[in-house]
C-alpha cells in the first residue's frame, strides 16, 4: 500500500515521533496507518494513538437538558470557519437544534433533518442559516439520554469539547460531585467507564505490544516469555488509570481515585463525550487569503 508525504506529517502528529521514524514505520506496515502507529508503540517511541485522527473542522458542541421529562441531547455542528463558530448565531443554531432533537428523539441526522423546525423541516432551516451565514452548516452527530435519574452535561471553551453524564441512585447533595466528574471527562478523555468495559481484543492487543517492548529492552533478553507475561499483567493497571473513568486519578485530587470521590453519593450509568472536529480535517487555506476573504465578505 502506498503513502504520501502527507501519511507521514499525519502520523507524526498523532503520534509525537520523528518523522524519519514515522516514514519507516509506514514502510514496514506496507502503508497502513494503525499497524505503522502499533510499530511506533512497539518500538517504544510513541504512546497510544487514538483513532480519532486530526482535529480540524470548525463548529462546537452544545447540550440541551430537560430535567421534567428526564431528557438529555449532546450535539454537534460544523462550519467553515472559527470565526463563525464563536458567533451569536451560530451557537444560537446550535442550542435550537439540540432543543429539537431532545423534543423529537430522531433516530438519526436523517431523521434529524426530517424534523418540523420553524415552519418547515430542519434540513429546510439549515439550508436557510447557511445563506445567511455564508458557510456551510452540517449536523454531524447526536447522543440522547432518556433516565429517571440525573443528566449533567459540560460544555468547554464555547463548545470545543461537550461532555453528557447519566447518574442514577443520586443523594442529597451530589450534584456538586457529578459536575466534577464531567469536568473529568472533558480533561482526560475515559474510553470506558470501568475495567470491565473493556473489550477482550482491546485488552489483548495492549498485552501484545507491551510484550514486543519488554521483549526488546536488552534488560529482558534472559526473562522468559511466562515472566514477561506476568509483569505485563501488573502493568494493566496503569492503562486502566489512564482509560478508564472509574480508576482514573481525580484531576482535582490524584490522591483519590474518581471511583472513591463519589463513594455512594451516585451511580454513573454512561458518558458521551463529543471533541468538535473530531475525525473531520478542514481544508488548508493560507491566513492572509482567509483575512482577505473575511473582510471583502464585509464590504458586500
Known sequence: MAFTAKDVMELREKSGAGMLDCKKALIDADGNMEKAAELL??????????KEGRIAAEGAVGAYVCEACG???????NCESDFVSRGDKFQGIVKDIAKVVAENKPADIDALNACKFEGGTVKEYITNQTAIIGEKISLRRFAIYETKGKIETYIHMGGKV????????CNAGCAETLHD???QIAASNPAYLVESDVPADVIAKEKEIMLVQMQNDPKNAKKPKEIL???ID????????????????FVKDDSQKVSQVIGNKFKVVRFTRFEMGEGLEKKSENL???VAKQIEAMKK
Open 41 to 50: 508503540r512497539e518500538r517504544g517511541i510513541a504512546k497510544a494513538v487514538k
Open 71 to 77: 431528557v438529555g441531547v449532546l450535539l454537534e455542528i
Open 162 to 169: 461537550g461532555v453528557m453524564v447519566e447518574a442514577v441512585d
Open 181 to 183: 466528574v464531567a469536568l
Open 229 to 231: 507475561e506476568k509483569i
Open 234 to 249: 501488573g502493568k494493566m493497571g496503569k492503562y486502566y488509570s489512564e482509560n478508564c473513568l472509574m480508576e482514573q486519578p
Open 288 to 290: 492572509q487569503d482567509e
